[in-house]
């Protein structure tokens, strides 16, 4: 960790106790709090306030007209997951295109949606963590899993509270605040793989104030490879103030040091079993600050304000050696044949702003109403360098300018969503989100700087209902306009034509329900876009691409079965993700949408007895096309198109605690060794390879 980053940590750890301290009720000793008195600290104490998205009403989550499922911490236990993608598995209608092992950059796509093409939003603790919403490519930081709790996904009419990407719906992590004391955590694995975390909590004597810091350092060869280096730091810590107010404090720092690349392996490799990274010399290198404040106002028992005032600022450095494509050619395209030649594509993003919530409990029309008011504003900017170098200096940032261009966009969201309780069992929730934004470029490269703008407002109106039929029976349903806009590529700069955002009309209908042993939620769904859009990259393509349809239906269920076993499983069916008939002449009219496959389906098998948890995961993935063309056969001059097969893997998971403060686990993933293709770009993506996890975790 660089001195900068360092101070900064430091910074925030005394902030964090600062204000413990502040509130008079916390001692050094509570630190070291003995078992017995940690849990009674920790059932007493508060929960550090932050914005949540499947429960944020004052009253229950069955009245939500929309898919809704949770990932917990129990199932964070289950799968002992690498990466924030193997949990996502576990909801359905969430494909995952695996590219890395600890999955560096994110590629994901919600019901038939292509992935990595984000049109769904990401938040943590209801903060947006995409680094480039308005202005760059939405995948360049992916969370850590260890610092999580869970996670929230939510689906339908209700997402209009969120956005913008509120297309896919609503995807929120939310993070942990350690418990009293002091934990440690060890793994090791297959490729070298090193992981240790430290989780320190401490809590008031009244459990009016609590604090935490969660760090972990991890290091990998990295499946063919494809190395990372990995730092990532949370320091969390909130007080209650009065009887009415809660405040709470949150600073991430991540970095990452991944040798990977666009590359991959060209069909003779892939077929010989090969195991080596393609672009050996080439890097992704990120690092990320991010500092939330959150306030929580319970002005009395039927008016509640919650607000967030969030900043982040991100790099993001690709250095990629250029390829002598002649050569390349003339070997046959066996292997890629670099020069001497490096170049930097480097971005750094920031961000600021702020989001309050309203929420409102009254008696309009002699009815029970619940009301959500809504106002978010944020900032952001990217600097986007293009910089060439050499092997001698492979990482120069000093070296020529091909590239030196600033763009930026303000955002400005109202919403506003009101629920009628008609009857005992009706609902309805109707809803409106308005979002502004204005986009600018400016090239630094001009003497004279012509700035390009763009500006837009969008009107997204929405209505759900919630039918319950019996304890174990509701139906559920909604229609709203859902939007996703263009980044600045596609809307500014003299090749481009100005275009409108991209927007969806979506209707799910739904049925879900449970009893003492089983739940169920099953939803059949609809993404009529009107117009997709280009997502940014200025001058390649038309930003204007055409209308496209999505429909299928998602369902999950999980059973509790007699000794210990349960079943917890999800299937998503996609018949149709194809492009319109207006679609440029390209030949895509009627075609399937890359990344969209017609089937996924997890399904685990788990056994608790004692202190013994074991899982059995399975993970089934259909064909999907790797680009719009639809061809059959990898494209042999590019490897970006072509049709990638069907693959299923097996995971086995198990856990044991010893005693109340120690506990061990492992895990081998893809217990079959399937060796299967993950993605095409530029080359094929190999799927990782049987793999083995095995750590240790000790609480004192």
């Known amino acids: 960790m660089s001195i900068e980053s360092s101070t900064q940590s430091s910074l925030s750890l005394t902030i964090g106790f600062a204000l413990l301290l502040g509130s008079g009720t916390i001692q050094a000793s509570d630190v070291a709090q003995d078992a017995e008195d940690s849990v009674s600290a920790i059932t ?9 998205v499947v429960a944020p009403t004052l009253t229950a989550l069955s009245a939500t007209p929309g898919a809704v499922y949770e990932v917990t911490q129990e199932d964070i236990e289950e799968v002992q997951p690498r990466s924030t993608e193997d949990l996502l598995r576990r909801v359905p209608g969430i494909y995952i295109k695996r590219e890395e092992d600890s999955a560096v950059v994110t590629n994901l796509g919600v019901r038939g949606l292509p992935a990595g093409d984000y049109k769904t939003l990401v938040l943590e603790d209801g903060v947006p963590i995409q680094p480039g919403i308005f202005v760059g490519n939405s995948r ?26 509120n297309i896919g719906g609503v995807i929120n992590f939310l993070t942990r605040t350690p418990d009293d004391g002091v934990a440690m955590t060890g793994r090791i694995g297959s490729w070298n793989t090193r992981e240790a975390s430290v989780d320190l909590g401490g809590s008031s004597a009244s459990g009016e104030a609590r604090f935490g810091v969660i760090a972990t350092r991890a290091t990998s060869d990295g499946w063919n490879d494809k190395g990372w280096d990995m730092t990532d730091v949370m320091v969390k810590a909130g007080s209650q103030i009065g009887d009415r107010h809660h405040v709470g404090v949150k600073f991430s720092y991540y970095d990452n040091e991944a040798n990977i690349s666009y590359r991959g392996s060209f069909p003779d490799a892939f077929d010989a079993g090969a195991t080596f990274n393609p672009a050996p010399d080439d890097f992704f290198l990120t690092d990320r600050r991010a500092f939330d404040v959150n306030h929580e106002w319970e002005i009395n028992r039927d008016l509640r304000l919650q607000t967030v005032v969030f900043w982040s600022e991100m790099s993001r450095d690709y250095w990629r050696f250029l390829v002598d494509g002649a050569t390349t050619n003339a070997d046959g395209l066996t292997v890629w044949n670099y020069t001497d030649t490096v170049q930097g594509n480097n971005r750094t993003f920031e961000r600021y702003g702020f989001d309050s919530r309203l929420l409102m409990n009254h008696e309009l029309f002699g009815m029970y109403n619940e009301a959500q008011f809504g106002l978010r504003y944020f900032e952001e900017e990217m600097l986007d360098n293009t910089i060439r170098a050499d092997r001698a200096t492979p990482r120069n940032p000093n070296g020529p300018l091909l590239r030196n261009r600033v763009d930026s966009a303000d955002s400005l969201a109202l919403f506003a969503q009101n629920r009628f309780d008609v009857t005992q069992s009706l609902t309805l929730t109707a809803g409106l989100r308005v979002e502004s934004y204005k986009q600018k470029r400016n090239d630094l490269r001009v003497e004279v700087d012509p700035v390009d703008t763009f500006s837009n407002t969008e009107w997204l109106p929405g209505i759900g209902a919630t039918y319950q039929v019996n304890p174990a029976l509701q139906f559920y349903g909604g229609v709203y306009i859902a939007f996703a806009p263009p980044l600045v590529g596609s809307v500014v700069g003299s090749d481009d034509v100005p275009t409108e955002a991209e927007k969806s009309t979506n209707v799910d209908l739904g049925v879900r329900g449970g009893g003492d042993s089983f739940s169920y939620e099953v939803t059949a769904f609809r993404m009529d876009f009107s117009n997709q859009v280009d997502p940014g990259i200025s001058g390649i393509r038309a930003p204007n691409e ?27 069916w996609i018949p149709t993700a194809e492009f319109g008939e207006d679609r440029p002449a390209d030949a895509l009219d009627g075609n399937r949408l890359p990344y969209s496959p017609e089937w996924t389906a997890n399904l685990t098998l788990s056994y608790r007895t004692g202190d013994l948890q074991t899982a059995l995961l399975f993970n089934y993935t259909d064909e999907v096309f790797g680009d719009g063309m639809n061809r059959t056969e990898i494209d042999p001059l590019n490897h970006m198109g072509g049709l990638i097969p069907s693959y299923y893997t097996f995971d086995v998971t198990a856990s044991y605690d010893f005693n109340p403060g120690v506990s061990a686990f492992g895990s081998v993933k893809n217990l079959a060794d399937k060796r299967y293709i993950s993605g095409l770009r530029q080359g094929i993506y190999v799927g990782p390879e049987r793999q083995f996890d095995i750590g240790i975790r000790y609480r004192f």
């Open 546 to 572: 055409g209308s496209a349809l999505i429909q299928g239906a998602e369902a999950s269920v999980v059973f509790e079965l007699p000794h210990g076993f349960s079943i917890n499983g999800n299937v998503t």
């Open 44 to 52: 007493e104490s508060i929960d550090l306030p932050r914005i949540r």
């Open 140 to 165: 360049y930081y992916n969370p850590r899993v260890q610092r999580m709790e869970g996670a929230e996904v939510l689906k339908g009419a209700s997402s209009l509270r969120f956005g913008p990407n």
